[in-house]
Every structure is written in structure tokens, then in C-alpha cells.
């Protein structure tokens, strides 16, 4: 009878282990719809609405510029007060700022408004960001936690192939305001979803905690965090920069209708999709994140320095290299983010998480306009191959092996 309640017992935790990375992934799915979805108003922006690539990127990366000023904070409330609160309230508060946007481009409002509500949302949906990683984390062990980061950081790609699905043709045929009306939904929905069914993972009390060591702060006496997000900050641009401009390149300079290149985008991130769980398969099964994160960066620049050529190659051969940059720019998202969990433990990894996205939306707040003036002054090859220089400068700064921190279990 023993025996029975054991298994039931662990049973129902491990259900309950699937259901809030569930959850997890839908939250952050949600996040991504919002915060990188707005990059596919883009053509329509500079088709219809008359703006200059830069100007058009510059609108279309401000929830980016929002995720900035919001991830520590959600992280350090995290932190403190356990995941699901931040989950919840982060997702509801985007979604009325999304949909007050929206509101606000079917008024015909001015670029800046526009800028100043997509900022407050990205601000509110980064809670995501940091408390959906927390909480994979804290209910996955370790000889699981790969693979478990790795679905939830499909999450993004597939919020990517969900806006590029629909946001275009939707800007398109019933401009911008009803465009935006698609991440409001799923920001509502997402909010509604982790109030419901979210579960803070255990952890020690913070007396015991305090015993442990598990209190102090992992930045002190080590730079393995340090490396880890420097090495992540240089990665992340060149995921940006197929995010943002794969489909203008599609649409401009290879002459495809938005429907068909809203379809190539979609493809690729669902291929993205996949590459994040296999590799964190892989970091499960050699038991390390920071060897799979080392090959993955130099495949990265590999890469990129291909799709630079692809202005060069025909028809079939460009869509092929521009799949593959697409797939090794998102891998090795989940790599790192995991790491960084796991090195700053249960009661810094809020803040860890948050200081590590900070920095990456930071880089990629200026992909957008930096980039949008490289093409438009020296065209998508010339852009594709910077990109490509800079994950280069991460190979040396990706740390060898870390040690997990004993307050994750």
C-alpha cells in the first residue's frame, strides 16, 4: 500500500511537472507573439505607411525597449514572491497595454504613441521571461532540465511563427490596430491560463537557505555568470537579425508576397523550434551546457557568414542557407538560460535570469535601427556578414564547466 501511494505520489508530481511547463511555454509563446511578433509590421510600415527601414524597425523593436526596464524587476519579485503572481499579472497588464495600442493605430495615432504603449507592454510581458525559466527549473531535475528548457524555449520560435503567420497579412489587409489585436488575445489568455494553473516550485525556506550559502550572491567570487551573459549578449544579435529582417529580405530583395514569406519564416522557426530541444537533449545526455553552447556558437558564425553569400545564390540555395542560419541562431538560447539558473540557485535566479535577458534586450533593442540603417545604406549581404563577426567574439568567452547550485534540486 506503501509502495502504491509512492508512486501515486510521484506520479501526480511529475503530471504536475508537464502541466506548468505547459503553461510556461504558453506564457512565454504569448510574450514572444507581442514582443517579436511587431517585427512583421515592418513592410507594412514601410510600404503603406511611407517610413524608412530604420524608422519602421526603430517602432518595431520598442517592446523590446520595454522588456529592458522590466526584466530585473520581475525577476527580483520572482525572487521574493514565487512565479505565478508575476506570470499572471505581468501577462494580464500586457495585454491591456497591447490592446490600448491597438486602439490607438485604428485611431490613427502618432508613431510615438504607438512606441510609448508597445514599450509599457514588452515592460509587462518580460515577466515571462525570467518566471517562466524559474519556474522549468525549479520543478525539473537535473538530468531533465535540458530537455524541459529546451521545450520551453520552443516557446519563442513558435510565438514567432504564429506572428508570422498572421501579423503581416493582417497589417496588410486591415492595417496595423487589428494586427495588434492578435497579441493582446494571447497575452489575456496566458494571464488567465498561469492564474490558474501555475505552481510555485519548492525550495528551502530562507532560513535554511541562509545556512546553505544559498543567499549569497552569485556574481561574488566567480565570473562564470558574467561569462555566460556576455557570451549570450553577443549570440542574441544575430537571432535578431533573422527575426526582424528575414521576412523584409524575403518580401524586398527576393520578390516574394508576404503570404509566401510569412510561410518560409514560419518553417524556420518551427525548425528553430526543434533545435532548441535537441540541444538540450544534448546538454542532458553529456551532462554539461557549456560544451553543446561553444559548438553551437561556432556554428552560429558559420552560419551567418553562409547567408551573407546567399545574396550571391539562385533561387532554392539562398532559402536553404537562410533555414539553417535560422535554426542555429535560436539554439542556444535554452543552453544559456538554463546555466544561469542553475549557477545562481533558487533565490538569485529571478535576478540572475533577469540581469541575463536585460543585457540580451539590450543588444537586441538596437538590431532594429542599427541593422535597418546597415541594409539600407549597404544592402542585406553586407548586414549579414557583421552579423556573423559578431557571435565570433563569444567562442573565447564561453566558460568551461559550472558547478549547479545545491539549492536546485
Do not use: K
Not at 10 to 35: D, E, K, M, N
Not at 141 to 148: K, M, N, S, Y
Amino acid at each position: 500500500m506503501v509502495g502504491m501511494t509512492s508512486t501515486a505520489t510521484v506520479t501526480s508530481g511529475t503530471s504536475r511537472r508537464w502541466t506548468i511547463l505547459a503553461l510556461g511555454v504558453l506564457a512565454q509563446a504569448a510574450q514572444a507573439v507581442l514582443v517579436n511578433g511587431t517585427a512583421f509590421l515592418i513592410p507594412t510600415l514601410h510600404e503603406q505607411s511611407g517610413m524608412s527601414l530604420a524608422q519602421a524597425g526603430t517602432l518595431a523593436s520598442a517592446p523590446v525597449f520595454g522588456v529592458v526596464f522590466g526584466l530585473v524587476a520581475w525577476g527580483a519579485v520572482a525572487d521574493r514572491h514565487g512565479e505565478r503572481i508575476v506570470l499572471a499579472a505581468g501577462a494580464a497588464f500586457a495585454a491591456v497595454a497591447t490592446a490600448a495600442a491597438a486602439l490607438a493605430a485604428a485611431a490613427g495615432a502618432s508613431p510615438a504613441v504607438l512606441a510609448v504603449l508597445l514599450a509599457i507592454a514588452g515592460a509587462a510581458a518580460s515577466s515571462a521571461n525570467s518566471a517562466s525559466g524559474r519556474v522549468v527549473v525549479g520543478w525539473f531535475p537535473p538530468d531533465r532540465r535540458g530537455l524541459a528548457m529546451g521545450i520551453r524555449q520552443m516557446s519563442i520560435p513558435l510565438g514567432v511563427a504564429l506572428a508570422a503567420m498572421t501579423i503581416p497579412v493582417i497589417a496588410r489587409d486591415h492595417g496595423i490596430g487589428w494586427a495588434l489585436a492578435l497579441p493582446a488575445t494571447a497575452c489575456a489568455i496566458a494571464a488567465a491560463a498561469c492564474a490558474i494553473g501555475i505552481a510555485d516550485p519548492p525550495r528551502p525556506e530562507r532560513a535554511d537557505a541562509e545556512a546553505q550559502g544559498l543567499l549569497a550572491n552569485p556574481y561574488r567570487g566567480s565570473t562564470i555568470l558574467q561569462r555566460i551573459h556576455a557570451a549570450s549578449v553577443l549570440l542574441v544579435v544575430p537571432q535578431y537579425v533573422v527575426w526582424t529582417y528575414a521576412l523584409v529580405w524575403l518580401v524586398t530583395e527576393r520578390g516574394w508576397a508576404e503570404s509566401a514569406a510569412g510561410l518560409v519564416v514560419t518553417a524556420a522557426q518551427f525548425l528553430g523550434a526543434a533545435s532548441r530541444v535537441a540541444v538540450g537533449i544534448w546538454s542532458d545526455r553529456v551532462g554539461s551546457r557549456m560544451r553543446p553552447l561553444r559548438i553551437v556558437t561556432v556554428a552560429v558564425v558559420a552560419s551567418m557568414a553562409a547567408l551573407a553569400l546567399a545574396g550571391f545564390a539562385a533561387g532554392p540555395v539562398a532559402i536553404v542557407l537562410y533555414l539553417v542560419a535560422s535554426v542555429t541562431t535560436v539554439s542556444p538560447n535554452g543552453l544559456a538560460f538554463t546555466a544561469v539558473a542553475e549557477v545562481a540557485g533558487p533565490y538569485w535566479g529571478g535576478r540572475a535570469l533577469g540581469i541575463q535577458n536585460t543585457a540580451q534586450f539590450v543588444a537586441a533593442a538596437g538590431v532594429g535601427p542599427v541593422f535597418g540603417a546597415l541594409i539600407g545604406t549597404f544592402g542585406f549581404a553586407a548586414a549579414f556578414a557583421v552579423a556573423a563577426v559578431v557571435p565570433a567574439l563569444a567562442v573565447p568567452v564561453v566558460p568551461g564547466e559550472h558547478r549547479e547550485n545545491p539549492g536546485i534540486e
